[in-house]
């Protein structure tokens, strides 16, 4: 039976502000990213969030991203490698403190971070430099065949491929742009058919028709997007059906 780790990025309240529905989509995914304060979190959410996913016996994972509250990570920041490299050792660090075991599964870049870290070689290393400094042994999750994968190769760190059921492709593999129409995927029976064909065919298909090659271990599904739980329930079905198992990679 094919295998696939299914993470959705959480923990992403803030001190009044509630987002997302956490502790109903914990228990159907296999990871999770936990928002460690700079995009979003805060010590009081990232505590209640690793004890919901330690409860559950899922995958807990970092999500450190550029400190833009406002902006909810999602605007790029002028930052040098090496401060990109201190940041994410500080989020990740954080974050590692409040497990019980102060371990954690692995680490996923968010937004703005994650996808200039794609293309921006440099950046990326940075960002494996930041790891690395936590934990050798620590996986970054990054988009499927770019350059934050090759800097993973390079620093050493291991790593998981990443593919996104429900957001839309380019045709050299990025992901569109959220400023852009039909950047997102709201109806679960599509998001779940684009997953079981990344498994299963080792392809995406993007907006222009463009076929992707690609071999996911991880497949992601947002937290913040409103038809999340919807989603995440159907994929259950949706991969069952295919024969797909979800589990911790």
Do not use: W
């Not at 409860?55 to 002028?78: S, W």
């Not at 760190?157 to 839309?168: I, K, S, T, V, W």
């Not at 995927?185 to 995406?204: F, G, L, S, T, W």
């Amino acid at each position: 039976m094919a295998k696939i780790d299914l993470n959705s990025d959480l923990g992403e309240a803030f001190g009044r502000y509630s987002l997302g529905r956490d502790s109903e989509i914990i228990p159907l995914v296999s990871s999770v990213n936990i928002a460690c304060g700079y995009h979003a979190g805060d010590p009081d959410v990232m505590a209640t969030t690793v004890k919901l996913a330690e409860a559950a016996g899922v995958g807990i994972g970092a999500h450190p991203g550029f400190p833009d509250l406002q902006g909810f990570g999602r605007r790029k920041m002028d930052m040098k490698p090496d401060q990109v490299q201190h940041m994410v050792t500080y989020q990740v660090g954080a974050l590692q403190a409040f497990t019980s075991d102060k371990r954690l599964h692995h680490v996923k870049p968010h937004g703005a971070l994650y996808n200039a870290a794609a293309t921006d070689h440099e950046l990326a290393v940075g960002i494996c430099r930041g790891i690395y400094q936590v934990d050798p042994k620590l996986p970054i999750y990054g988009l499927a065949n770019s350059e934050l994968i090759k800097a993973a190769q390079e620093i050493g760190l291991p790593y998981a491929q990443e593919a996104f059921g429900d957001r839309n492709y380019n045709a050299d593999g990025t992901l569109v742009s959220r400023s852009l129409p039909n950047a997102v995927i709201k109806d679960p029976q599509e998001v779940a058919k684009r997953v079981a064909a990344m498994v299963n065919d080792q392809e995406i298909i993007a907006l222009d028709g463009t076929k992707i090659p690609l071999k996911p271990d991880s497949i992601c599904v947002h937290g913040d997007n409103q038809a999340a739980l919807d989603i995440v329930k159907e994929l259950h079905v949706g991969l069952n059906d295919a024969g797909i198992e979800i589990k911790t990679f």
